[in-house]
Each structure stands twice: as C-alpha cells, then as structure tokens.
C-alpha cells in the first residue's frame, strides 16, 4: 500500500509570494491533517479535514488555508509569505472514524524556504 | 499545547535495551499514549500506541503504569538506525500535540 506522498519536497520561494503543497493520502484513509515544523517551534498542528470538511484548526494566522477534495487529496496554501514560514510542511493521513485510536501516517514533507 | 514530559536526550550502547521514558500525569480516561520518532527531519514514523495494557510490535514494546501517568518506550535491541528523535504523545481524536521529544543517540 503507497503511503503519505506529498509534492513538491523542496521549493524556493520569495517574500510576500503564496505557495501551494499537495498531499495524497494513504488509499482509504479520509482524514488528511497538517503540520509545520521549524526549529524554534517543533511540530505544530496546523488543521486537519475529514471529508472535505475542516474539522479542527491550530492556532495560526488566516495566510495559512487548506482543502480537501472528494478523492481525500488536500492542499494547503500559505499566502503573502514571510521569512518565518520557511519550515517542514507535514502531511498526515488517517481513517479518521472514530474519536480516538486512530493512527496518523506522516509523508516525507515539503521543505520550503522563504527568501 | 503538549501533555507529556520527555527527557532532553539519552544515549543507549548498540545491542542492549533503549527504555525512553515519557510523564504525562494529567492524562484523561479516553486518551491514548502514542509514539512516534523522526529520523533527521524525515516525517515522523509510528512506533506503537496504546490505552491501558502493555502493548507489543515487531518495532517496540510500549509498558504503561496502571495509573497511567508515566509510561515507558522500549527499543529491546536497539541500532544505530534507531538514532533519532522520538515523541510520547498524548491523544483523543485526530489532533495529534507534539512536544520536543527525547534525543536518542544509539553509540557503537
């Protein structure tokens, strides 16, 4: 079974340009959430969607948005970006059913850097 | 915000037994203890997870106290693949608050 696969792995970007990260699921899972990861701050819940729904949001600004589409892949979007965005963006799956004892499956991650 | 205490690092000779600790006292009934490690900045991969009862994979084995305060991560024979980053997590549901982690260096 493929696993998490987010695209692209790496990416350049400038100051106050916005930026789109793509994710595909493990097959069957619903669940899609996502994570920012930087030294300062670790992994940080960014939001996650279940059935193209947001269902739950962390504690980030409105730059950062995100959706989900019929056939459970997600994108998020960062806009106007700043040097402070530059991190790891994890992408993680689930079945998502359930309240509790759901696994979530990471991808590889997409690094960006902001110039 | 993160619900469990981890060790800064700890380091482990190749061969023996990796026993990483994690405190999460204010637990709720209804949350599971997970772990996860990050090799270098790679996405974090599961190890195991568990409610109440001592659980056991191919990867680790996962002790939790009966209080279910504390619970203990053992690598029986660990690598130096095992060189990483791992999270106790603590979680209901699909939102998954990581803390820093232990640093566990496997040393030859």
């Known amino acids: 079974k493929a696993g998490v696969t987010q695209t692209p792995r790496y990416l350049i970007k400038t100051r106050g340009q916005q930026v789109t990260l793509s994710c595909s699921p493990i097959s069957g899972h619903r669940s899609v959430s996502w994570y920012q990861q930087t030294p300062g701050q670790g992994l940080q819940f960014l939001f996650e969607y279940f059935s193209e729904t947001q269902r739950n949001k962390g504690n980030f600004p409105g730059r950062f948005s995100g959706r989900q589409f019929s056939n459970s892949r997600s994108e998020m979007n960062v806009s106007t970006l700043e040097l402070g965005d530059s991190a790891l963006y994890l992408c993680?799956?689930?079945?998502?059913?359930?309240?509790?004892?759901?696994?979530?499956?990471f991808g590889e991650g997409s690094w960006l850097t902001v110039v | 915000d993160a619900k469990t205490t981890q060790p800064t690092s700890m380091d482990c000779a190749e061969g023996r037994a990796a026993n990483l600790p994690c405190n999460h006292s204010?637990?709720?009934?209804?949350?599971?203890v997970y772990w996860y490690r990050q090799i270098h900045s790679q996405g974090p991969q599961y190890i195991i997870h568990g409610l109440k009862n001592n659980e056991t994979n191919e990867m680790a084995s996962l002790i939790i106290t009966e209080d279910r305060k504390s619970s203990t991560l053992i690598l029986p024979h660990a690598t130096l693949r095992d060189t990483a980053v791992y999270y106790c997590?603590?979680?209901?549901?699909?939102?998954?608050?990581f803390g820093t982690g232990t640093s566990l260096t496997v040393i030859p």
């Open positions: 993680a799956s689930s079945t998502g059913t359930g309240a509790s004892g759901n696994t979530i499956y």
């Open positions: 997590i603590v979680n209901w549901g699909n939102q998954f608050y």
């Open positions: 204010t637990i709720s009934g209804n949350e599971y």
